[in-house]
């Protein structure tokens, strides 16, 4: 029963990048790892995976990262005041999901876990939509088909088969969309991913599975999980697997649409792995410092997507000063309206704990409200219920 | 209580409890999400891996069945392994391998191998946490044959009745009541403890009683104390097991007071209240002056935190049916 760490995991194996798409060998960075963009902010070629975008297009990229990392920020400050219950940050994930998001078309279906705040914001979804969940008013709260984006999903790993069943759907409606199914590296473990993937290829689903590898299940390891490379996995399964240097926000874009046209086009599922990294806590209520590294932490920092993109901006001339003091003008305006928003976010009715319950209605549910209903106006004082004030004193407690 | 008791909260006495437990018996071992170096979400593990190293305190991958089959692997080869699964609501992935393997395989082998495996979950609602964190699935483990399910409401059960479970040759499913994770309580390390299926009375009255476990037995004392300064003596049954339960102590109880409330935070509709009062009423029938009556959560998902007040019985809802109980 020994537990011993290996270098395996952690460290993409050398020569290890095989794939069906005929290998993603490295030119920047580790072997097997795609990237287009080095941590410096220079551009590199990839054999296989190539990007091509106006300034306007990277300009709206690093737009993207910027407001959705000051989202982020916003939500764990008005965790700390106590307006929000809880908060999942993305922060150092933000070329993952900017990247994969604008890879997907609008007719696309997104299952994303609890951390997508940025990939919810490439679909449109409004930021106070996803604070509802983490402020407890709500376990979910927007309608999934408005944006093609599904509900956040806290159990680990069962969006991936929700995810692989919407693409079986897909795939016998002869619908010419995709689907993408986010999860992290911890949750590669879970028994659910691995059916998802079996069933994604013996149906030949049009499912993108996209692992977001940060490298920690809260306090463990990459290398708790998985003794080879994530995106390896794929190949057992009969699909093909690609790691992608998930802080190169052109990486990410080229290798998300490449899979996704994979998949459209009846090629069936496949695997990218973005390498990346949670720069803070696994939740507000974690603390990383009992189990990992300043170091570790940064030798993360340096290679942060956002820099890494402004640095190619500038390099090429694509932006000035001006751009980014409009982007900073707009990222303040979205702190202040989700700030504002979220405080003027009302509790639930109480009676809303019965909603929803069924579709079609229960009769026990209708009972169990109407006597709650009847018990909770039998406290009401004489002022605000003047239909039970009298019958009701006294049981006033 | 003599020299040995001290206070301690609810967390540090299954810490200790554990410990003691793998000091005790090399075959205990550790097993779950972040239970190593982190000591587990709730820090219940805190501590043990750097002392007992990492094959006995193991960090699991991210896999529920994984953890509860492999343990029931470790447990036919001669291990006691304690698994923890994070939050109630993770606990279902597993469920297949508790259910389906761990509670039927003794049987299966006309008792020939035993499965000491214990499942610790900490369940309950009330300390406002997202969806999946809040939920009380006993009822769900209790109707399985094979299987016995066991809650500590204070401190001190909770150092015993952790190691007695660990003791036990059969599967346990060990709930413990998350919001009471820092209620501090007397423990006495070297006191004689109960026995671990036995219900006690964790408070004596005359006029009803009051049935609870886990988390809800604090709430039904607190209803007792207020229901005292009213002239209604409560007396509080604190169940903790609830498979197999000691109904023979709650019905000395009722045979005394002639009114029975249970008082648990899952939904009452098909919930342990429901096996109580069944039962009750069948042994205390000419006893009873009013019926069995339940108080818990609603047929409607644990709802999200700003509402769990609501769906949590507290100090009115008990009392509330207390008036309704003495009023037949
Ligand atoms: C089935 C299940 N087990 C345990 C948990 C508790 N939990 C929440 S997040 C988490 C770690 C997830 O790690 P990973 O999949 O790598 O995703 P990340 O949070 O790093 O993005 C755990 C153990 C859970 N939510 N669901």
Redesign the pocket.
Known sequence: MSVKSTAAGRTPAKGSGSTARGGAKRRGGQPGLVQLLTPEGERVEHAEYSIDLTPDELRGLYRDMVLTRRFDAEAITLQRQGELGLW?SLLG?EAAQIGSGRATRSDDYIFP???EHGVAWTRDVDPLNLLGMFRGVNNGGWDPNENNFHLYT?????QTLHATGYAMGLAMDGADSAVIAY??????S?GDVAESFTFASVYNAPVVFFC???????S?P?EK?SRVPIYQRAAGFGFPGVRVDGNDVLAVLAVTRAALEHARSGQGPMLVEAFTY?MGA??TTDDPTRYRSDEEREEWAAKDPIARLRSYLDKQGLADEGYYAGVEAEADALAKRVRDGVRGMPDPEPMAIFEHAYADGHPLVDEERAQYAAYRDSFADSGDSADNSAADAGKVR | MSQTATQMTIAKALNESLRTALENDPKVLMMG??VGRLGG?FRITDGLQKDFGENRVIDTP?A?SGIVGTAIGLALRGYRPVVE???D??V??AYDQIVTQMAKMHARALGKIKLPVVVRIPYGGGIGAVE?HSESPEALFAHVPGLKVVGPSNPSDAYWMLQQAIECDDPVIFLEPKRRYWDKGLVDVSAVPTALHKAVVARPGTDLTLAAYGPMVKVCLEAAAAAENEGRSLEVVDLRSMSPIDFDTVQESVERTRRLVVVHEAPVFYGSGAEIAARITERCFYHLEAPVLRVGGFHAPYPPARLEEEFLPGLDRVLDAVDRALAF
């Open positions: 999942a994930q876990t609890y951390r806290i159990v680990i790993g069962a999860f992290g590296d911890g949750a590669s879970q977001q590898n940060n490298q920690w299940a809260i463990e990459t999980q949670r696994h939740t | 999400e972040d979400v991210l529920e699964i994070q939050f609501g993770f279902f992935p999946h």
